[in-house]
């Protein structure tokens, strides 16, 4: 039986906002009520040490959020009202991916029920993103020397500025964004590859430019880890997008990742990023069906058996 990193914590108060802090919960009961999962296969990560954060981030940030002394300016910036459960939450979510990225290094994947911040610059956050996360765990296993090259494939509707800022001038990291263009982020540091697409983009075309372009990048890097970022929000009934990709386009896009992943035998970590969908629960089941395609590619250690 795979396992899940997730942390209850990461259901924060941040009043009435698009961001629903809830889906994460709601992932593992669905989990767990439909997949047959056990309250023990959901591993809680501890927050991250300030080494860790401190592998992308820099220290004067670091220290403005773990202090709560972010200026009305930054917090107006990351669109999210300060506390310090959003501290706490941020770290887990940091040691989080981290954690998952080393089962997958060791199960072929690494599930995240969160993380996917991608928006975090080094230093400041911004669109609802405090530590950009996954970029940290690509940053700590390479300096444990567990890997030596990473792909990120960002599939959320939104431009990942954040990721491709951290790893601009780093050749050991490819970033790949395809994301609706002419809608936040304005300020966007390119990517290896970014696909800019135009409202009303449906699944066929969107399918098309995904595998013309993540597919060659797959083996031009030869990465030793893939980083999915899943995103629900390239969906049809997003409020914040409007891309027209279907449920069932958005389940082959997973699948096409996933896929790309097992074909190769490169270790996939998801993360799942954004979604603000008119119905809660089509958010929830979008994120949902990614967990699912990619968990296709979990490997029990001998220990677990036939389990
Ligand atoms: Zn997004």
Redesign the pocket.
């Known amino acids: 039986m795979a396992q899940y990193i997730y942390s209850p914590r990461y259901h924060v108060d941040i009043g009435l906002h698009v961001f629903p802090t809830a889906k994460y919960e709601l992932i593992r009961q669905r989990l767990i009520d439909e997949d047959g999962a056990l309250p023990e296969d959901f591993l809680e990560p501890e927050q991250a040490s300030a080494e860790e954060v401190l592998t992308v981030h820099t220290q004067d940030y670091y220290l403005k959020c773990r202090d709560n002394r972010l200026s009305s300016l930054d917090q107006m910036r990351l669109e999210l009202p300060w506390s310090p459960e959003l501290f706490d939450a941020a770290t887990r979510c940091v040691r989080g991916s981290i954690d998952a990225a080393r089962l997958a290094l060791d199960h072929g994947v690494g599930l995240h029920i969160g993380g996917g911040f991608h928006h975090a610059y080094p230093d400041h956050g911004e669109g609802f993103c405090v530590f950009n996360d996954h970029s940290c765990a690509i940053r700590q296993l390479q300096a444990e020397g567990a890997i030596d090259k990473a792909l990120v494939a960002d599939c959320?509707?939104?431009q990942g500025n954040g990721t491709a800022a951290v790893f601009a001038d780093d050749p050991t990291v490819a970033t790949f964004s395809i994301h609706q263009d002419h809608i936040y982020p304005m300020d966007r540091p390119p990517s290896t590859i970014d696909i800019g697409l135009m409202p009303g983009t449906n699944d066929k075309a969107y399918l098309k430019e995904l595998e013309r372009w993540l597919l060659p990048l797959f083996d031009s890097q030869a990465p030793d880890l893939v980083v999915y970022v899943g995103?629900a929000?390239p969906y049809c009934e997003d409020q914040?997008g409007s891309l027209a990709l279907t449920r069932e386009g958005l389940s082959k896009r997973d699948a096409l990742v996933a896929n790309a992943c097992k074909d190769r035998g490169i270790p996939l970590l998801v993360v799942l990023?954004?979604g603000y969908a008119y119905k809660f629960e089509d958010t929830v089941g979008i994120h949902l069906e990614t967990i699912r395609q990619a968990r296709n590619l979990w490997k029990p250690t001998s220990a677990q058996g036939d389990s």
């Open positions: 959320d509707l939104h995103g929000d914040l990023a954004g």
